[in-house]
T-cell receptor, first 111, second 113 residues
Framework: GNSVTQMEGPVTLSEEAFLTINCTYT??????LFWYVQYPGEGLQLLLK?????DKGSNKGFEATYRKETTSFHLEKGSVQVSDSAVYFC??????????FGKGNQVVVIP | NAGVTQTPKFRVLKTGQSMTLLCAQD?????MYWYRQDPGMGLRLIHY???????AKGEVPDGYNVSRLKKQNFLLGLESAAPSQTSVYFC????????????FGQGTRLTVV
């Protein structure tokens, strides 16, 4: 089937630290991959995406590269800010443009 | 640009009551979806629609019904609410083009007591 696995547990780090959130997927074919972010009390919004292997998505200092060989799409940011505190979801697109989501990671950035 | 609008934003129901959640989008998207979000579970697809007059089941459809009488609206109904349906519900819409992003509403927080 089509599924997404994110690393377990919240992530707490200091301002200006390096952030990595792991995401691996299982899918038939070559799906488009996405990272969505959810700020407190809000809906999800697209952070970045990649539609084919080796593509790199980037936005607001965040990056993720579509790795077909490792079926991964890890999210990285070199220097986080307090305003990056949110929940981050990895997702893939499959039949009828449906999205399968990972369980999400709460990121807390401490000043 | 309103995008995707959900009503209501909050609701408390008693077990056995019914209600309808409304989702409206103004982007002329073909596809619309209802998800529920529960702690530690991510988002799970309840039902979806690929066009006006069509609906299909997602991964957790039991206890819910949907209708898409107009392209811009997607309704989610609970006929007899149960405490297990306490959740945050999100509607989303998306173009038919592969690789495009989904746009989400701000959510409806539903509590069933």
């Amino acid at each position: 089937g089509n599924s997404v696995t994110q690393m377990e547990g919240p992530v707490t780090l200091s301002e200006e630290a390096f952030l990595t959130i792991n995401c691996t997927y299982t899918a038939t074919g070559y799906p488009s991959l996405f990272w969505y972010v959810q700020y407190p009390g809000e809906g999800l919004q697209l952070l970045l995406k990649a539609t084919k292997a080796d593509d790199k998505g980037s936005n607001k200092g965040f990056e993720a590269t579509y790795r077909k060989e490792t079926t991964s799409f890890h999210l990285e940011k070199g220097s986080v800010q307090v305003s990056d505190s949110a929940v981050y979801f990895c997702a893939l697109s499959y039949g009828n443009n449906r999205l399968a989501f990972g369980k999400g990671n709460q990121v807390v950035v401490i000043p | 640009n309103a995008g995707v609008t959900q009503t209501p934003k909050f609701r408390v129901l008693k077990t056995g009551q019914s209600m309808t959640l409304l989702c409206a989008q103004d982007m002329n998207h073909e596809y619309m979806y209802w998800y529920r979000q529960d702690p530690g579970m991510g988002l799970r697809l309840i039902h979806y629609s690929v066009g006006e007059g069509t609906t299909a089941k997602g991964e957790v459809p039991d206890g819910y019904n949907v209708s898409r009488l107009k392209k811009q609206n997607f309704l989610l109904g609970l006929e007899s609410a149960a405490p297990s349906q306490t959740s945050v519900y999100f509607c989303a819409s998306r173009s038919f083009r592969e690789g495009t992003e989904a746009f989400f509403g701000q959510g409806t927080r539903l509590t069933v007591v």
